[in-house]
């Protein structure tokens, strides 16, 4: 379901992405509305799922992880008690900083930041102890393109 969204709204998804920390009555000036207004767009775009979040963005290799690897890994069995099993278990290691679902011959992506090549390893070789058949990894060497904001456009309705 994707929220109707207006100009307004856009603007305000665009500055929070770029400054989450941005105190509202800034975020308002820079809007046009009151800080009131402002606010209850806001919790609105929250209480939608547009908004899932403010969070800090942390450079991993400055803060310890710098060891980051996509992982690729390939399921040995598919139920929704495994695949369940497996979402729970990769949730609880610190190491993932995200797991994705895909298509292709693979049927999940990782992005694993860890502290050491020990580290890494040790989540390697977890996996296939939680249902991982195959596991391909390839190590981040540098960002050509950095996370960007989600791009934003008014929605007319509600679908």
Not at 25 to 53: F, M, N, W
Not at 106 to 122: F, N
Not at 130 to 148: E, F, H, Q
Request: proline share 6%; hydrophobic share 45%; net charge negative.
């Amino acid at each position: 379901m994707v929220a109707a969204l207006d100009d307004i709204d856009c603007v305000i998804l665009d500055v929070l992405q770029l400054d989450g920390a941005l105190p509202n009555v800034e975020l308002a000036r820079r809007v046009g509305l009151s800080p009131a207004a402002t606010l209850r767009r806001v919790q609105r775009l929250k209480d939608t799922g547009v908004i899932t979040g403010i969070h800090a963005a942390v450079d991993p290799g400055r803060a310890g992880a710098g060891v980051e690897a996509f992982v690729l890994v390939t399921l040995a069995e598919h139920s929704e008690v495994s695949d369940e099993r497996f979402a729970e278990e990769v949730a609880a290691l610190p190491a993932v900083l995200r797991a994705d679902a895909v298509t292709g011959p693979d049927d999940v992506l990782l992005h694993v930041a860890a502290g050491s090549t020990r580290e890494l390893q040790d989540v390697l070789k977890h996996l296939p102890r939680i249902g991982a058949r195959r596991v391909t990894t390839l190590l981040r060497l540098d960002a050509v393109k950095g996370p960007s904001p989600v791009p934003t456009r008014p929605q007319a309705s509600v679908r």
